[in-house]
């Protein structure tokens, strides 16, 4: 099978669908002729046509607000947000429209709308361009939130959410679009189904949870962690936080009876205190030591501009292993 990067596996999804449905379009700042501030959509605008691949003003609440409408009338948009960061302009439109309107509808109108975004931090934007935002909408019923960490969940993910028939969010880790690498099959199609996590590395010894670029790094601390020290640790890659998939979470959390769990954000109130909750709730007889959380400092905005405090905040391979080992031998 070809190797391909992340961000060839997200821009072959969207040329992919776009060939299967006429009705799929793209919309977002610099996505035509520029091909997206990350080349996400190289090529399509010279495939398809300005009509259906569409240069939007820097209105973040105006390109969710024409995604929605046109869901609601039968097309199925891919909205990019240029950075995570710039969301929150058009926060109400995602969590009081898009999100609810089946809801409110009692199912008679659906909204087939995806948000593209890359997130996390890496590659020296500073706070405007560096952060996590998946727990703001982890929170809102009717939204389904995906972070794939390989190229073959990047293709596969974002295929399905271009055929759900409510909102998705796909939310990217920039740092790891040319630096993931991976094999994806070229002569079938690829669709990775929304919800399940998928276990990475068996193990015995603890479990690691982890999605997007900290599931990459994970993997490294894994394999670190066993040449060094004979510490054998479960990876699950959760790639859906919703729906989350809790069998397989707590499935091995009874397996290993001890947890870890990753993330890029800050640690207060960050996705990974969920997944801490349900495991104490649902699998504590399980638990042979304490459910840790490994995630960017509190109160202080992610992240900053200096390269030696970016390294400061962000998690590494090397970061991971220590938890790994300070929880393994507790």
Not at 2 to 12: F, N
Not at 88 to 96: E, M, S
Not at 309 to 314: K, R, V
Not at 318 to 327: G, H, N, Q, V
Request: net charge negative.
């Amino acid at each position: 099978m070809p190797e391909i990067t992340l961000i060839e596996g997200l821009l072959q999804a969207m040329d992919e669908e776009m060939a299967r449905d006429d009705s799929v379009f793209i919309t977002g700042e610099d996505v035509g002729p520029r091909g997206g501030v990350f080349r996400a959509t190289m090529g399509l605008y010279e495939k398809y046509g300005a009509d259906r691949v569409i240069d939007a003003p820097l209105a973040e609440l105006s390109i969710i607000a024409v995604g929605i409408g046109a869901a609601l009338v039968g097309m199925r948009p891919i909205c990019e947000i240029q950075f995570a960061d710039y969301i929150f302009p058009a926060f109400n439109q995602i969590v009081n429209e898009a999100a609810l309107t089946y809801y409110r509808s009692n199912g008679d109108w659906h909204v087939p709308l995806v948000i593209r975004a890359p997130y996390g931090g890496g590659i020296g934007g500073g706070p405007y361009h560096s952060q996590s935002v998946e727990a703001f909408f982890a929170h809102a019923p009717g939204l389904k939130i995906v972070i794939p960490s390989t190229p073959y969940d990047a293709k596969g993910l974002l295929k399905s959410a271009v055929r759900d028939p409510n909102p998705v969010m796909i939310f990217e880790p920039k740092k790891g679009y040319r630096l993931i690498r991976g094999e994806v099959p070229d002569d079938e199609e690829v669709l990775v189904p929304i919800g399940p996590a998928n276990v990475t590395r068996q193990g015995s010894d603890l479990t690691v949870y982890a999605y997007g670029m900290m599931h990459y790094y994970t993997l490294q601390a894994a394999a670190m962690v066993a040449e060094q020290d004979g510490i054998e640790c479960e990876v699950v890659d959760l790639r859906t936080l919703v729906p989350l998939d809790k069998d397989t979470v707590i499935d091995s959390f009874k397996k290993t009876g001890k947890a870890l769990i990753v993330y890029e954000d800050n640690r207060f109130l960050g996705y990974g205190a969920e997944i801490a909750a349900i495991l104490s709730d649902e699998a504590f007889e399980y638990m042979d030591g304490p459910i840790r959380r490994l995630a960017g400092p509190d109160n202080v905005p992610g992240m900053p501009y200096a390269h030696p405090m970016q390294e400061y905040f962000m998690l590494n391979p090397d970061k991971i292993a220590a938890a790994i080992r300070e929880l393994a031998g507790y």
